[in-house]
């Protein structure tokens, strides 16, 4: 049972996450009229050190998926049930945390990612089971070994929130870009002609078209909204989440907090200078982070 600290905690995040949420749909709000006069000022094409950071972003959120999923698989392991309902929930739980691990290895091999500092590295199959098995299953090993020794249902149904609360904010935002493609500033920089601004409200109507006659990537058509702030902002609960795994971190709960909201601001702000996002998308992805972080906190308090 969780200690009055930690459910004050999960008050007061909440209520951050729901504050947060509110300055993401003000500077929507702003985006929305003045996108094209602050992408201009951010622009720094295919700057190295925020090129770092941009990836590094989305590792972060892969390697949370990757611990928290081996973090569960120990509490699949540990449960106790019949041998057979035990290996069910093994094999549930080992199929899922690998296809969820390869999506992740994919994304961070990706062309906005690793992809565009390493020459070479690209969002293929072989490449995407190498980052797997290098970068992601030693995560998962770390979080399955911190909690080896434990058999918690309460434990087991939280790391199940948590993983939860990533999927939803991911679906989220891959919804919104398939109904809302929109040219990243990068690409209006290049002075295609046909390729103009279009607001997030106003998307483009003959993508292919443009992609076939250009050659152009179609990732360059999907900035609306931010996938990498999304992840990022999500940090309001997957850092403190750490607390879950490791006890002892609990009582630095709201530093963890502190963190996660700078690496998630320093993401933001590193994908505009890029020119991947535009301010309305950054905003976008940050607030329905929020949200799902604010949800999750209350969700967290009631479950027993």
Sequence with gaps: MDDEKTLKFNKAAGIISIISACIFAVTFVLGTFLDYRIAPALFSDKNFTWLIVTTLGIYIFCAFYAFFFGALLSQAVNVPKSKNKRTGYIIAVTVIGLIAMLICGGSVLDINNLGSIIPGVQRDVPQMIIMLVVGLLPISLLGYTACK?????????????????????????????????????????????????????????????????????????????????????????????????????????????????FVGITVLISRMVLGAHFLSDVSCGGFTASVVSAVYYRVYNKIR
């Design 149 to 261: 020794k434990r058999s918690d249902a309460l434990l087991a149904k939280r790391l199940i929130l948590v993983l939860s609360a990533m999927t939803v904010s991911f679906l989220l935002y891959e919804m919104i870009k398939i109904g809302l493609p929109r040219p990243r500033y990068r690409l209006l920089a290049k002075g295609y002609e046909g390729i103009d601004f279009h607001r997030w409200y106003d998307p483009i109507k003959n993508k292919a078209e443009l992609i076939a006659k250009y050659g152009i990537n179609k990732d360059d058509f999907k900035s609306f909204p931010s996938g990498h702030t999304s992840n990022s902002i999500m940090n309001l609960a997957l850092f403190p989440a750490l607390g879950l795994v490791y006890p002892s971190l609990k009582r630095r709960s709201m530093l963890l907090l502190v963190l996660g909201v």
